[in-house]
Nanobody, 123 residues
Framework: QAQQVESGGGLVQAGGSLRLSCAAS????????MGWFRQAPGKEREIVAA????????YYADSVKGRFTISRDNAKNTVYLQMNSLRPEDTAVYYC????????????????WGQGTQVTVSS
C-alpha cells in the first residue's frame, strides 16, 4: 500500500527557512500529482502547494506564493517543500499526499494521510 513519511519540521524564528521532505513508498512520486497540506490548531486542513509533474503544473496557496516551492527528487522518490521567509501564521502540522490530476482547479487530496511533521515559527 502506498504511503509517505514526512520529516524536516521543527522550530524556527520568523524569517527563517525549513525544507520538508516526503519519502514515498509503494508509489513513484514522479508518476502522480503530489501536494502539501497543513493544519493549524483549531483550523481545517488546507492546501499549501501541489505539483502535477506530467502537465507540468504547480499550485500554491496565495498565502505562500513567492515563499514556498515544491520539488521532487526522482532518484530518492521524495517530494520536498522549501519554505522561506517563514511567518508565525505558517505554524501547523504539514502533510504530503497524493492529489487529483489538476490543471486549473484547486488540487484535492486523493491518497491516505501520513503522520505529518510539525512546523513552529516563533515571532
Amino acid at each position: 500500500q502506498a504511503q509517505q513519511v514526512e520529516s524536516g519540521g521543527g522550530l524556527v524564528q520568523a524569517g527563517g527557512s525549513l525544507r520538508l521532505s516526503c519519502a514515498a513508498s509503494g508509489r513513484t512520486v514522479s508518476s502522480v500529482p503530489m501536494g502539501w497540506f497543513r493544519q493549524a490548531p483549531g483550523k481545517e486542513r488546507e492546501i499549501v502547494a501541489a505539483a502535477n509533474w506530467g502537465r507540468p503544473r504547480e499550485y500554491y496557496a496565495d498565502s505562500v506564493k513567492g515563499r514556498f516551492t515544491i520539488s521532487r527528487d526522482n532518484a530518492k522518490n521524495t517530494v520536498y517543500l522549501q519554505m522561506n521567509s517563514l511567518r508565525p501564521e505558517d505554524t501547523a502540522v504539514y502533510y504530503c499526499v497524493r492529489v487529483s490530476d489538476f490543471l486549473f482547479a484547486v488540487p484535492r487530496p486523493t491518497g491516505s494521510w501520513g503522520q505529518g511533521t510539525q512546523v513552529t515559527v516563533s515571532s
